[in-house]
């Protein structure tokens, strides 16, 4: 079975830190980029952060940068977020994706909170 499993997220003070972990299993991991996606409370979809299949090129959106960091250990097929000097702001659902042939394939996310 194809799957996707986001842990990691949690109630934390802001200025705080977190890592979240997405766990792969059910096809080659290694073989795909990777996205975080985050849905605020009454908010949409925001893209976060992604990274090429081979982990050497990375992206972040605007509102994460030089807080966040994403990265990949394919040999034990998982995607982490590590998220340092967190923001009230960034209080989320938090997904892992990939496009997985034809479909957008997700996880069932992780709640990180983020208040005082």
């Known amino acids: 079975e194809v799957q996707l499993v986001e842990s990691g997220g949690g109630l934390v003070q802001p200025g705080g830190s977190l890592r979240l972990s997405c766990a792969a299993s059910g096809f080659t991991f290694s073989s795909y980029g990777m996205s975080w996606v985050r849905r605020a409370p009454g908010k949409g979809l925001e893209w976060v952060s992604g990274i090429y299949s081979g982990g050497g090129s990375t992206s972040y959106a605007d509102s994460v940068k030089g807080r966040f960091t994403i990265s990949r250990d394919n040999t034990k097929n998982t995607l982490y977020l590590q998220m340092n000097n967190l923001k009230p702001e960034d209080t989320a659902m938090y997904y892992c994706?990939?496009?997985?042939?034809?479909?957008?394939?997700w996880g069932q996310g992780t709640q990180v909170t983020v208040s005082s």
């Open positions: 994706s990939t496009m997985y042939g034809s479909r957008s394939l």
